[in-house]
């Protein structure tokens, strides 16, 4: 089939100055490919910032995990090769608006907030935050952050949380989830704040963390497109739930999750 993406800068709102005029947006979504409007015929351009065990990292020279396998699975489904790009999570979201990916995916929380900027797909993983701690720490809790420093990664919805919140301590940013888990490590930050997933995953690797407490912000993650792509919000749409009603979701979700079964809408 053919994509009829042509040109590169369609984020539609602006000087749209395709050289072809046509814009054959006929937007009768079954799903397939021909619908999209494609930086690069046959190419999905996602950006990611890919430190974020275990949804999205580089191991051994491979980047993989729970983001990519559904990513590439959609992808899959609608006949096109995925172009991972990796991007700081903080721009992430004006570079899309600004036409530099098709789509991005990086355990990204829908928030209002975000849809002024970007559009998003139905949820597809939820989440909530956590205080994370060094296994020697008296911090016992989201009660026992009055003075303390509070690593958070920038721009993400745990950031956002820990400013408006944690009023008394030191909210400190860090360009990746890692580089604040390692400030914590190394007793740079007295605790890290951070989505609990990703969480579990860096205390795993770890002899000296432990998750102190969770908190429960109720957070659900989307793939984000291009605001107003419609074509491209329904076709994956559309894959994400044929993916979920077949089981494979399941699969993914077991694979990156210790054979665990995602949680109910999730399931086939
Ligand atoms: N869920 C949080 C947010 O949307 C954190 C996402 C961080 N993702 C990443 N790839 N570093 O803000």
């Not at 051994?60 to 959609?74: K, N, Q, R, Y």
Request: with cysteine; hydrophobic share 35%.
């Amino acid at each position: 089939m053919t994509a009829c993406g042509d040109d590169a800068d369609d984020t539609g709102d602006d000087t749209a100055t395709s050289d072809d005029g046509t814009s054959d947006d006929g937007t009768s979504d079954d799903g397939s490919s021909a619908e999209l409007e494609l930086m690069e015929e046959g190419t999905l351009r996602v950006g990611s910032d890919i430190d974020f065990p275990p949804f999205e990292m580089v191991e051994d020279d491979e980047i993989v995990g729970f983001d990519v396998d559904l990513m590439e699975e959609i992808a899959d489904r609608l006949g096109v090769e995925v172009e991972w790009v990796d991007t700081p999570f903080d721009t992430i979201f004006t570079q899309l608006a600004a036409g530099d990916f098709d789509a991005i995916i990086s355990g990204i929380t829908i928030t209002e907030d975000r849809q002024q900027t970007v559009d998003f797909s139905d949820p597809y993983f939820e989440s909530i935050q956590s205080v994370v701690v060094r296994t020697d720490s008296d911090i016992s809790g989201v009660a026992d952050l009055a003075d303390a420093d509070v690593g958070v990664q920038a721009g993400t919805t745990g950031e956002a949380y820990a400013q408006e919140n944690f009023t008394d301590s030191t909210v400190r940013d860090f360009p990746t989830y890692p580089a604040a888990f390692t400030a914590l490590e190394t007793e740079g930050v007295d605790a890290v704040f951070a989505d609990l997933p990703a969480a579990e995953s860096q205390v795993e690797g770890s002899d000296v963390l432990e998750i102190a407490e969770e908190v429960d912000t109720g957070e659900r993650y989307g793939i984000a497109v291009q605001p107003d792509d419609e074509a491209m919000r329904s076709a994956i749409n559309e894959q994400l739930e044929a993916i979920i009603a077949d089981g494979t979701y399941e699969e993914i979700y077991a694979e990156w999750f210790d054979g665990q079964q995602p949680p109910e809408s999730f399931r086939s």
